[in-house]
């Protein structure tokens, strides 16, 4: 799971002490560069680095692929020189923006990076980097070890413009959102694969090995398709916009492609929305805060069109119905205030 490390924003600080304490947190952060405004305007900015670990709580341990996103105000010059590539890191850091432009010198080379595109450089080497507008963008920084093995010719991949168009930098960004979100109800089963899904995503962009590439599809490729999906299916699950025809068409896949990613995990589509709905209808029956609604306007809300259908579904997944989770829900809350030293609760239930 990806875990925040280091929050940082100017928006409390000073504008005359901004640049300053940016310095003094920036050794935290993904990598280290001297920064400089391009502009007399107030140096404005906001990070978010995440590491992401394998296993939980005590035996934790960090897999070396760390998440920063950045949104600054205005320009800025960005330079790793040759008394900070001394660091000993050597890490590969990809960009990808959101807005805003990036013009990247390494290795000789000049590029720069429209929004929407990406593009990757060593630590391991000097670099200067002019962002010249405000921007918002992500940058993942991996061991360069494991790119190695994936990536021929490595060094010849970093310093180039990689465009947005083929979806993978997209599918990347979208996959670390979930992570860092726990948006997906699917994560913790990823927890031992997701590093080799970053490195699949980013072997791709970069131009994997042809014969890895199959690999990377099957693997990397298709876990962050699927996250994306489930993440699309929770975003229409109420508007009923949800077939396997709207979706591709979203995604820009066939809808047999979207069968087979759910018959790759034992289940269908339509089992899987059906499954959603239902949580999130027993969630609503649950949450006292919608105890003025009427069961069929909270079935109705999560996407189902039929009453009957919902109530056979419900009861043979649940063991009960809708009304006896209420009462049952109604009943515990009941007992919770009732017993609270302080007499919280008035007597009055809503019925």
């Known amino acids: 799971m990806l875990t925040t490390t280091l929050q940082f924003s100017t928006d409390k600080i000073r504008p005359a002490e901004r640049l300053r304490t940016w310095y003094d947190v920036f050794d935290r952060s993904v990598t280290r560069r001297t920064l400089s405004p391009l502009s007399d305007q107030p140096f404005d900015m906001r990070v978010t680095v995440s ?56 290795f000789g080379r000049e590029i720069e990076v429209a929004p929407g595109g990406g593009v990757a450089i060593s630590n391991a080497a000097p670099s200067i980097t002019v962002v010249p507008e405000p921007s918002r963008f992500a940058c993942i920084a991996v061991p360069r ?23 993978v930098l997209r599918l990347l960004d979208n996959y670390l959102a979930v992570l860092e979100h726990g948006r997906s109800a699917t994560v913790a089963e990823l927890r031992h694969s997701v590093v080799t899904h970053v490195h699949d995503l980013i072997a791709v962009a970069l131009g994997a090995a042809c014969d890895y590439l199959d690999i990377a599809r099957g693997r990397g490729i298709r876990a962050a398709r699927l996250q994306a999906i489930k ?63 009427t069961i069929g306007a909270l079935v109705f809300s999560a996407g189902f069109g039929d009453l009957s259908t ?10 009960a119905t809708p009304s006896d989770v209420r009462t049952i829900a109604r009943r515990e809350q009941r007992e919770a205030i009732g017993s609270c030293p302080d007499g919280g609760w008035d007597g009055k239930v809503a019925a």
């Open 310 to 319: 919902f109530n056979h579904a419900f009861r043979r997944h649940y063991g």
């Open 145 to 167: 070890r494991p790119l190695t093995a994936l990536v021929p010719n490595l060094e010849n991949a970093l310093a180039r413009p990689l465009s947005g168009e083929s979806g």
């Open 51 to 106: 590491d992401l670990q394998e296993g939980e709580g005590g035996l934790a341990a960090n897999t070396g692929v760390h998440v920063q996103r950045m949104r600054f105000g205005a320009g800025f010059t960005a330079k790793r020189t040759s008394d900070l590539v001394a660091d000993g890191n050597d890490d590969v850091v990809l960009y990808i923006h959101r807005t805003g432009r990036r013009m990247v010198s390494q």
């Open 231 to 293: 993440s699309d299916i929770a975003k229409h699950l109420a508007d009923g916009d949800v077939t396997a025809g709207t979706i591709a068409a979203r995604h820009r896949v066939t809808p047999r492609y979207i069968h087979k990613l759910f018959e790759g995990e034992g289940t269908t589509l339509s089992h899987y929305v059906l499954g959603r709905r239902l949580s999130r209808v027993h969630r609503m029956l649950t949450d006292p805060r919608n105890r003025h609604q």
